[in-house]
């Protein structure tokens, strides 16, 4: 297995073949919730860079079995049902219903790579998940991809794509698994801040950013390691499903 870190989607190649396994990262808050709806009985979450075609295709899903759901600058898009904040996605608002998500930077990157083969989603509430269908399936290469801030490089995204590098890392120590030094970077990141991920996402440009939309028990909540063992993985272009083992 070959890793490849990406800090933001604009840095993920173009021009090259895209990788047997991408997997997306948005801590601060898209792949958290992602993964928490996921976990909390969404039927899928439907991802989209932009509002419009949210709003385009929603408009043909039945009512009752829809929410609209995303973020601009960190506030609730008008006249959604939901914000991007996870603490939202309980059982009894997502059970059995698509969640129609667009975000500032998460969904971009969802975009950047969905002709993958495979499309997962990671977030530091679901990292073992991760880890665990990585070594089962042991792609020949696997990008990380962070979504950053406009084009800018977030320290959570790469922090959490450290803290499974760094599982992967530790079986072998094999310098042929680092595809690029970004990895390294990451796995040394995470072995500096795994005792404080929440520490670490206050100091993160974006977490300063919720703290002033007095957001704190999101970014507690997304700093968490392991909260459940759900794995989002990607079914159709842009929608996302819980993997239940069949892939
Ligand atoms: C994003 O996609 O940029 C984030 O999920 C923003 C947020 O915190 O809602």
Same mark, same amino acid.
């Given at each position: ?26 801590? &601060? ?6 993964? =928490?709806? $996921?976990? /909390?009985?969404?039927?899928? !979450? @439907?991802?989209?860079? *932009? ?27 008008e006249g959604f049902e ?27 990157? &969802? ?6 083969? =495979?499309? $997962?989603? /990671?977030?530091?509430?679901? !990292? @073992?998940?991760?880890? *665990? ?31 499974i590098a760094a599982a ?35 100091? /993160? ?43």
């Open positions: 297995m070959k890793l490849f870190v990406y800090h933001t989607p604009e840095a993920a190649p173009a021009d090259q073949q895209l990788p047997d396994c991408a997997v997306v990262i948005d801590v &601060l808050r898209a792949t958290t919730t992602i993964a =928490t709806a $996921l976990n /909390a009985g969404a039927e899928a !979450v @439907q991802t989209f860079a *932009d509002v419009d075609q949210l709003f385009e295709a929603s408009e043909a899903w039945p009512e009752a079995k829809r929410l609209r759901a995303g973020e601009r600058g960190g506030k609730q898009v939901l914000g991007n904040s996870p603490l939202n996605c309980t059982p009894d608002v997502v059970a059995d219903k698509r969640l129609f998500l667009t975000t500032t930077n998460g969904t971009r990157a &969802l975009k950047r790579v969905e002709k993958a083969e =495979t499309v $997962l989603t /990671a977030a530091q509430i679901n !990292v @073992q998940s991760v880890i *665990d269908y990585l070594k089962a399936k042991q792609p020949e290469t696997v990008w990380f991809v962070g979504s950053g801030w406009q084009g800018d490089y977030s320290l959570e995204d790469t922090v959490c794509a450290g803290a992967l890392w530790v079986e072998n120590s094999d310098p042929a698994t680092l595809g690029n030094d970004e990895v390294l970077g990451a796995i040394a990141l995470y072995q500096q801040w795994q005792d404080d991920l929440v520490g670490l996402l206050k100091l /993160a440009s974006h977490g300063q950013r919720l703290l002033g939309l007095n957001k704190e028990k999101d970014i507690i909540y997304c700093a968490e390691s392991n909260t459940f063992d759900v794995l989002p993985i990607q079914r159709s272009p842009g929608v996302l499903v819980k993997y239940n083992g069949d892939a």
